[in-house]
T-cell receptor, first 115, second 113 residues
């Protein structure tokens, strides 16, 4: 059974810092990994999608890497801003005939960026 | 292009009642998945519909059911509500195929009293 773990569970940093969020998964048989952002009480906003054949993806100040063989992904946020405060979730889509579009989520990292 | 929409956004029900939630996917998306989010359990997969057929199902009791219509809109139904069903219910849509990104709606906040 796939398990996804995110470390740390919570992170508080001053504005302007570069930071790294970690995600690990137990079964490397995945199609892709997706990072999301969730603001309190809201839905999920997709940040980056990395296919299993890719090593990294970049969007603006965000960079996500994937090491499928070791079951790890990192989300790097450069020059953090107070508006980046949210919960960040990673999710994997497992390969296999019965997986369909099912995503398995980690518990998230709650990020606070202080002005 | 309009995003995933969910209605209603908020709902308060009493134990024992039933509830129906609706999800309209992004135009052209034929896969719709439902998730339950609670503080204790995080995000858990309920089921997925593709071309009006349930393609995958999570580990939830039979009180949770769903369907998909020919226009890809989906509904989920929870019968005999329990206090523990209080949660944020999220739906996601995507194009068919395993490599596509999933897009989530704003969710329906269900409170059972």
């Amino acid at each position: 059974k796939q398990e996804v773990t995110q470390i740390p569970a919570a992170l508080s940093v001053p504005e302007g810092e570069n930071l790294v969020l970690n995600c690990s998964f137990t079964d490397s048989a995945i199609y892709n990994l997706q990072w999301f952002r969730q603001d309190p009480g809201k839905g999920l906003t997709s940040l980056l999608l990395i296919q299993s054949s890719q090593r990294e993806q970049t969007s603006g100040r965000l960079n996500a890497s994937l090491d499928k063989s070791s079951g790890r992904s990192t989300l790097y946020i450069a020059a953090s801003q107070p508006g980046d405060s949210a919960t960040y979730l990673c999710a994997v889509k497992e390969s296999g005939e019965t997986s369909g579009s099912r995503l398995t989520f980690g518990e998230g990292t709650q990020l606070t960026v202080n002005p | 292009k309009a995003g995933v929409t969910q209605t209603p956004r908020y709902l308060i029900k009493t134990r024992g009642q039933q509830v129906t939630l609706s999800c309209s996917p992004i135009s052209g998306h034929r896969s719709v998945s439902w998730y339950q989010q609670t503080p204790g359990q995080g995000l858990q997969f309920l089921f997925e519909y593709f071309s009006e057929t349930q393609r995958n199902k999570g580990n939830f009791p039979g009180r949770f059911s769903g369907r998909q219509f020919s226009n890809s809109r989906s509904e989920m139904n929870v019968s005999t509500l329990e206090l523990g069903d209080s949660a944020l219910y999220l739906c996601a849509s995507s194009l068919s195929g395993h490599t596509y990104e999933q897009y989530f709606g704003p969710g329906t906040r269900l409170t059972v009293t």
